[in-house]
C-alpha cells in the first residue's frame, strides 16, 4: 500500500529469521562470545517449534559443543537409539539388509525435534536473545548494496489489499548483520539468492517432501529405542524414497515417508504413496491398536555438498537449510545446521569486534574447515548415484563408494536439472491407482490436516500466488493434469469443473501446512510461496 504509514524501527546488532536448530544454535553461541551484543530472533510460527518438523534421530555432536552440560540442563533427549534395522519391501515380504555404516545410530537419539527447539529457545531466552515469536519476515531492507536488516508483515489486511479494524504496520528489525535460518526454500532466502547470484556455478539444489504422522500405541507393541527404515514398495525403482519409523518416549510411533521431488510420473501422490505404505503386512503391525494423534509435511534439501550456495552476501549469510546441510544418507541435517549456525556466529562476533566488513567471507572459510564440510564432501555422490544409475545401481554405486573409495573418489556425480523439469506428460506416463483410506490406518488429506492444528486468518491476501494465473489450465491441467493436485499433501489445490468441460483451479490457502512443495515442483515455477501472516499455518505439537 503506497499510502501505508512508516514503519517502526528497531536497532540491533544481529538479526535471526527463523526459530529452528540453525537460527537457534547461532543466537546460543553469538551470546556465549559476545553477551553484550544484541541478538534479536523472529520466528513466523505463532511458538517457538510450532512449524518444525522432522524425524528425528539427532545425532549429538552439534549440541556437544554448543551446550556441553545439555543433559544436566534438561535437554529433551530422553529416547537413547538403541536397535537399527533397514529394509527393503516387496508388496507382501519385507527383507533385512545390512545398515549402512551412515545409518548406524549408536550414540544417538530419538527426539521430537519441536521439543529441542523448543528448550533451545528458553537456552536463548536466558543469554539475552530476544525472541519474536508469530512475526513473518516478509522483507529485506536494502541499503546501498547491503542488507541492513528485516520488515516483518503487515498484519490486518484483508483479500482486497485493504486494511481492516484490525490492522497493524510492520516493524523494521535493523542489523548489521542479517543470519536467515528459514529452513528448505525460505522465500528471503530464494529472494537473496537470486538478488546476488549466490547459486552461480552451484548444481541446482534438489528437494524431497516429507510426510510424517505421531502415533501413540499400546504398551504392549512399544519398542523404544528401535529405528527402521525402508526402501523398495511402494515406490518404483525410478523413484527415489522410503521411509522411517522410530519408537520413541511414552509408547509414540514418530512414521514417516519421503520422496525425492525429481519423479517423473505426473500421477503420483506422495501422500496416496505413504497411506498404502502402511497396509504392508510387516509395516501395519507397528500401529495395531493405536490413534494417529498428529500430521504434518516439509520439503528437505537433498542436493547435497554439490549444492550449497554462497553462503554470504552483503550484510549476512546463510546458515542451516535455508543452505542445505542435510547428509541424505545419514538421514541427518540437525547436527549440520546446527554447526552451520555455531560457525557463523563465531565468524559475526569476530566481525563485530573488529572492523565489521560488509560482507563475512570467514564463515564459509571456517565451516570449510569443520566437520561439517568433510562429512558432506564424503557422502557427495550417493544421492545422484540413485539418480543416475537408478535404484539397484545406485545402492550397488552407494556400497563401492563408501566401502572401496570411502568417500573420496576422484569424481563427483552432478544433480544435471531442478527438480520442476522433470515431469513427464501426463498421456505418457502411467495412472496409479490408490486404495480408499479405511480410517483407522489409512486417512485422507483433510482429516489429516485437521491434526496439524492448521489455522490461518482467512481475510488476507493469497499467500500462494499464481505468477500466470492461466497457466493454470493451459500448462498444467493440459499437459500434466494439475500435479499440484497430488503432490500437494495438504489439500490446497483442487480441480473443479472438469467434468463439466470447464476445468478451474481452486487454491484452498487456509489448509497450507507450509511444506514449500509447491514452490519447489510446480513445472514453470509459476506458484509463488510467500508468507501469510505470522502465527499462520501449522502449530504441531510436542511429541512432533
Avoid at 545410530?105 to 519474536?132: P, T
Wanted: proline share 8%; hydrophobic share 35%; charged share 20%.
Amino acid at each position: 500500500m503506497s499510502d501505508a504509514p512508516e514503519r517502526e524501527a528497531m536497532e540491533f546488532d544481529v538479526v535471526i529469521v527463523g526459530g529452528g536448530p540453525a537460527g537457534l544454535s547461532a543466537a546460543i553461541r553469538l551470546k556465549q562470545l559476545a553477551p553484550d551484543v544484541a541478538v534479536c530472533l523472529v520466528e513466523k510460527g505463532g511458538e517457538i517449534g510450532a512449524h518444525t518438523l522432522s524425524g528425528a534421530v539427532l545425532e549429538p555432536r552439534a549440541l556437544n559443543e554448543l551446550l556441553p552440560d545439555w543433559k544436566e540442563r534438561g535437554a529433551p533427549l530422553d529416547t537413547p537409539a538403541r536397535d537399527d534395522r533397514f529394509l527393503f519391501l516387496t508388496e507382501t515380504r519385507s527383507f533385512k539388509l545390512p545398515t549402512p555404516p551412515q545409518m548406524h545410530n549408536e550414540g544417538n537419539y530419538i527426539v521430537s525435534l519441536g521439543n529441542v527447539v523448543r528448550w533451545l529457545g528458553q537456552q536463548a531466552e536466558a543469554l539475552g536473545v530476544e525472541i519474536y515469536p508469530g512475526f513473518a519476515a516478509t522483507e529485506v531492507l536494502e541499503e546501498d548494496g547491503r542488507i541492513v536488516g528485516i520488515a516483518t508483515g503487515d498484519m490486518g489486511i484483508g483479500k482486497d489489499g485493504q486494511p481492516t479494524g484490525s490492522y497493524a504496520r510492520g516493524m523494521e528489525l535493523r542489523a548489521k548483520y542479517t543470519l536467515l535460518a528459514e529452513g528448505c526454500r525460505g522465500s528471503l532466502s530464494k529472494q537473496l539468492m537470486k538478488r546476488f547470484d549466490l547459486r552461480q556455478g552451484r548444481d541446482p539444489q534438489t528437494y524431497a517432501i516429507g510426510i510424517k504422522e505421531l502415533w501413540e500405541i499400546p504398551a504392549a507393541n512399544h519398542k523404544p529405542g528401535l529405528v527402521e527404515h525402508t526402501l523398495g514398495w511402494p515406490l518404483s525403482t525410478d523413484v527415489y524414497g522410503g521411509s522411517f519409523l522410530y519408537h520413541f518416549g511414552e509408547n509414540l510411533i514418530s512414521f514417516g515417508f519421503v520422496i525425492g521431488l525429481d519423479y517423473r510420473n505426473p500421477w503420483l501422490s506422495p501422500f496416496d504413496e505413504m497411506q498404502r505404505f502402511k497396509t504392508h503386512p510387516d509395516i501395519r503391525k507397528h500401529f495395531e491398536g493405536g490413534r494417529r494423534i498428529a500430521y504434518g509435511a516439509r520439503a528437505l534439501n537433498e542436493g547435497g555438498f554439490q549444492s550449497i550456495p554462497k553462503l554470504t552476501f552483503p550484510g549476512g549469510m546463510l546458515i542451516g537449510d535455508a543452505a542445505g546441510f542435510l547428509n541424505v544418507p545419514k538421514i541427518k541435517g540437525t547436527h549440520t545446521s546446527m554447526k552451520s549456525g555455531m560457525v557463523a556466529a563465531e565468524a559475526v562476533a569476530e566481525a563485530l569486534a573488529g572492523s565489521q566488513p560488509a560482507e563475512i567471507t570467514s564463515y564459509p572459510d571456517r565451516l570449510q574447515r569443520s566437520w561439517v564440510w568433510e562429512e558432506l564432501s564424503l557422502v557427495r555422490n550417493v544421492r545422484p548415484s540413485f539418480a543416475k544409475f537408478g535404484m539397484w545401481g545406485g545402492l550397488a554405486y552407494s556400497a563401492i563408494d563408501t566401502y572401496l573409495f570411502r568417500g573420496k573418489a576422484p569424481w563427483t556425480f552432478h544433480h544435471p536439472h531442478p527438480d520442476n523439469e522433470t515431469l513427464l506428460d501426463a498421456d505418457k506416463a502411467p495412472r496409479i491407482a490408490y486404495p480408499k483410506p479405511d480410517g483407522v490406518l489409512t486417512f485422507d488429506r483433510l482429516s489429516s490436516v485437521f491434526i496439524s492444528n492448521t489455522n490461518h486468518e482467512e481475510n488476507q491476501p493469497a499467500h500462494l500466488q499464481l505468477l500466470d494465473p492461466d497457466k493454470a489450465i493451459s500448462l498444467n491441467w493440459n499437459r500434466y493434469r494439475s500435479p499440484e493436485a497430488r503432490y500437494c499433501p495438504a489439500g490446497v489445490y483442487e480441480i473443479v469443473g472438469a467434468d463439466e468441460g470447464d476445468p478451474k483451479l481452486q487454491i484452498n490457502a487456509q489448509n497450507c501446512v507450509h511444506c514449500k512443495t509447491c514452490d519447489i515442483k510446480d513445472p514453470s515455477q509459476n506458484i509463488n510461496w510467500v508468507p501469510p501472516e505470522g502465527g499462520g499455518g501449522p502449530s504441531y505439537p510436542g511429541g512432533m
